[in-house]
Each structure stands twice: as C-alpha cells, then as structure tokens.
C-alpha cells in the first residue's frame, strides 16, 4: 500500500514538541568547545568526546590558546577519537584563522568554509548558538529515521536535507535533531514503533514501505 499524501508540517509538531528544548548530547559550557567538540565527534561517540573534553578545555581554554596549539601537543587530549591527527590540524587551522572564540561565525556558508566543518556540523553548531537555521541537521540517525517515516528517501544525506527543507518551513527545520533524538532513543535499528509519537504517519510502521 502507498503512503498517503501527508501535510508533513502538521505531522512532526509532536516531534518537534517533544525534543524541542533537548540539549545537544555533547557536553559543552560555550560556543568554543561546542564547535571543538563537533570537529573531534565525526566517526567518533559523543560520550566519548565528553570524557576527554574537560582536560582539553582546562589545556586550551579558549581559540586564542589553541591557535598556539601544536598537533604535537594537541595529540595526547585528542587521541581517543578516530583520526585525531587529522583533526587536530583542523583546529588549529580553526583557531588561527579566527584567532578569538568572538570570531566564530554564525551562518552556514561561512562555517563549511572551516576546515573540517560540513553542511551537518554547521547545522548542529546554528543550532546550539540559538542562530536562524539555515538547513536541516541530517545525521546517521536521521538518515534512517527520515525514510522510515517517508518524509524523504534515499541513504544521500545532501539529498535527504533538501527533502525536507522542501516539505517543512524553515521554522520547522529543527525537526532534523528532533528525528536524530528520536533515532537515538525510540527510532533505534530495531525500532519501538508502540511508543513512537510519529507512527500515525510512519511509513514503516503503517507498512506503507
């Protein structure tokens, strides 16, 4: 059976209600080590990241100090995340070009400029600074969760964002962390679609797949 014509809008207010004041798992106290943050979790966990992350805000506080990090010395604060090296010299190449944490800026096309900083990471850091959305968070959990549910398809990240910037207003954009909180906790692999709030208009759940 086909998926019925849904108004999208009106079917993730739910969604939208129950993560809308969830704080972002990573654990920072400001913009800096939020951004920091975000670079070190690709292919890494956030509980991961929380774990060393006290120790290397004590070391490096603020841009201005990491800006006279060295991958040398950064590397030992780092090294439980995947590809630390690599990410490292992100960073300091962060922290030298904007020099002070007063400098990072809050719109998309400047933070892909940054190196190590995509369309999903520059989401998620608009998003903790309380900045206009501008796109749509898409992670791994969204990326299973979005076509679960048929608001988009297809595995493209890229692909899955325009979706559904194409069938929500951009003051519904948050929906992609609320579908990544509901991802993590309800929407799992192997799903607990009774206690789902969207499986009403769920695809999979409906078995209109």
Not at 36 to 63: E, G, H, R
Request: with cysteine; charged share 20%; net charge positive.
């Amino acid at each position: 059976m086909k998926q019925p014509k849904i108004n999208w809008s009106e079917a993730v207010k739910p969604l939208i209600k129950k993560y809308k004041n969830k704080e972002h798992p990573l654990e920072a106290k400001n913009l800096y080590q939020f951004l920091v943050m975000v670079v070190l979790s690709a292919q890494s966990t956030d509980s991961v990241i929380n774990q060393f992350a006290p120790d290397l805000f004590k070391a490096y506080p603020n841009m201005q100090s990491l800006s006279n990090a060295t991958v040398e010395t950064l590397a030992p604060f780092i090294s439980k995340t995947r590809g630390f090296l690599k990410k490292g010299k992100w960073l300091i190449t962060i922290a030298k070009e904007l020099k002070k944490d007063s400098n990072i800026p809050l719109n998309l096309q400047q933070l892909i400029k940054l190196p190590g900083i995509g369309r999903k990471s520059a989401n998620v850091i608009l998003r903790y600074a309380n900045a206009p959305a501008e796109g749509v968070i898409v992670d791994i959990h969204v990326v299973r969760v979005a076509p679960r549910l048929g608001i988009a398809t297809g595995d493209d990240p890229t692909k899955i964002e325009k979706q559904i910037m194409e069938v929500l207003p951009q003051k519904q954009w948050d929906a992609g962390m609320a579908m990544s909180f509901l991802g993590r906790e309800i929407c799992r692999p192997t799903p607990e679609c009774e206690i789902c709030p969207m499986n009403k208009v769920c695809a999979y759940y409906n078995g209109w797949l």
